[in-house]
């Protein structure tokens, strides 16, 4: 049961990476993002992935190194071909030339394709609303990776098509980010490894049947994972497929889409441009105080503003540590010790 | 149990707006707007409503003749302030400012404030895909009329904040129109109205017990709506509030917040200008013909996508008729025949 400190993963996460080829600028990247998302307590996105981000370098599937072409630009959006380069970097960029076109203007839309695994989309939602703009940014997997099956439909058809919205706020960021199911595929994937159930309502099989067999979700034959009130959940997941899909030309989910990546919507509003920044920011933090206001319900502490179970956990886990599975810490020893080995045999 | 044309309803919309002022363009977006509503199945947003609307005209809180004036404009945004005209009108004039400002760029958005009850979302974000672009309509209660209690609250501290997406496809349009809630408030005013009870998980009562009794909705004191899967809804309808209420100068859900309108928030999206339209359009159909390929579930007939129901009951109900309640049609008729007698008493 290894608990760590963020430096010491950030350490962890530089030791692979830079191994392995990583520059300067993609390790940082790798390091701001995993290690911020366990320290949100976004686990999934945190260094338990490190393993299947190597296999993906080495199978050529994430390419180091390689740089975004400008397809298309203009004062108020732009279209990425990320030709499949490290997915941190590539959304890093993307939220970027989003965030500055928008302060130039009102608002701008980025979209991106050929770009491998995103993680956690409120990475790129958060800085733009770091910048004082509202953000938003959605992703399919460019055609692949399908976990959800249309509303009233028994197979998959759609990818899981997750979203995220970020606000600026006088005491931090309103942060959203969230999958239009009722839980994202990764929690049914960590209740199957640990052989626990899941929550009935969280997972049908391959008949449509609500089901809390974990495993009948992978199948085969794959079940789905269930739309967020039903057709509702269904609608958005396919609002952001076609936004994500189709407006940046990486595809909507198909048949046969070959190679799975992160085609991505982003969006960026300046608050500025529609009256003063103050008066938005004011507006918003009456808003949020009145919130907060409401008389709580029974079984809970407080009234939450989306953002701040994570910004808490933050503050927890900075002062209480980081605590990784073993079997992930092994995973990564394991990795770490083949590439100490494999770079001193290559010095002799 | 009447049963209507479209063509009569249209002329009973007609008959009671003009008489009370209504200027020929005013007449013709009520017109359309609430015939269209009947027919596509929303009638909470038909001509049932004609009673409220004629009711706010007179206490002039539709100020008919109103003209919004641009308080901010730029190629790409613009601020409207709809000095409390009529709903249908500012929300057709604000989609259409945005979808010339998104054809001559890549993207537009419009914010709106001062503005009676815009009604169905659909009907705009409809509009501006019928024009190749992306819509996204959402609104906030301007501060006022809330009826969602945040995620561990007790106490209503949201408007409902509904959202309309369309996406342009080549058999017709693609149409999303809903409540961050598992049901729209005006759906548990009907089951109150006929004296029916709701669905369990569709409202609480003020203390945050799960209810089958409509009256607990409105109390006093009043219950909630039930957030759409939870915090992800609460999320979803914070969000609405900033982008519709903050963005607009409209205010977000607030206390006291005096005469309450939909703050609005438009957005149009260029296809054209992410690639080609054809492409665009291609790739939709193609994902559409993928997503209803799916084998159907049990309890359904097919697959269908975003606004069929609706495009399918308005072929129906075409032919077959609009059947408008007792209740409602007395009401009306009521409404025309003191409109008729009041103007026949000033000819004299």
């Known amino acids: 049961m290894p608990i760590f400190t963020p430096s010491e993963l950030r350490q962890v996460v530089h030791d692979v990476f830079s191994r ?8 940082r990247r790798l390091q701001d993002h995993l290690v911020e998302s366990n320290l949100l307590g976004h686990d999934s996105h945190g260094v338990w992935i490190i393993p299947l981000y190597v296999d993906m370098i080495r199978q050529q599937h994430i390419v180091l190194g390689a740089k975004p072409d400008v397809v298309i630009e203009s004062s108020s959006h732009a279209v990425l071909d990320g030709n499949w380069g490290l997915g941190q970097l590539m959304g890093w960029l993307a939220a970027r030339l989003a ?7 009102a608002l701008a839309a980025v979209t991106l394709r050929n770009c491998s695994h995103l993680g956690r989309l409120g990475e790129y939602s958060q800085m733009i609303a770091r910048q004082g703009l509202i953000g938003f940014v959605a992703v399919n997997g460019q ?20 979203m995220s919205y970020a606000i600026p706020a006088p005491d931090g960021v309103i942060m959203l980010d969230i999958s239009p199911t009722v ?32 495993d009948a979700f992978e199948g085969p034959p794959p079940g789905s ?9 269904y609608g958005l997941g396919l ?27 982003m969006l ?10 103050r008066a938005f920011e004011t507006e918003v933090k009456n808003f949020l105080a009145y919130v907060r206001s409401s008389r709580v319900a029974p079984g809970f502490e407080e ?27 092994s995973n990564i020893t394991a990795i770490l010790d083949e590439l100490k080995r494999h770079s001193s045999e290559r010095s002799l």
């Open 20 to 27: 392995l080829g990583a520059s300067p600028e993609e390790v």
């Open 99 to 105: 965030v500055d076109k928008a302060r130039q203007g």
């Open 143 to 162: 055609g692949g990776v399908q976990g959800v099956a249309p509303w009233g439909g028994l197979e998959r058809r759609l990818s899981v098509n997750p």
């Open 183 to 214: 839980v994202a595929a990764g929690k049914v994937a960590v209740k199957a490894l640990r052989g626990e159930r899941v929550p009935e309502g969280w997972i049908v099989d391959s008949e449509g049947r609500s089901t809390t067999d974990p």
């Open 225 to 233: 994972l269930v739309p967020l009130g039903g057709y509702k959940g």
């Open 239 to 265: 609002i952001v497929d076609i936004l994500a899909g189709a407006l940046s030309g990486g595809g909507c989910s198909r048949p046969d889409a070959g190679r799975w990546g992160n085609a991505t919507f």
């Open 268 to 277: 960026a509003i300046n608050p500025a441009a529609f009256g003063e920044q």
């Open 303 to 329: 009234v939450l503003i989306p953002g701040e179970p994570e910004a808490r956990e933050k503050v927890r886990r900075s002062r209480a540590g980081i605590f990784v599975e073993d079997r992930t810490w």
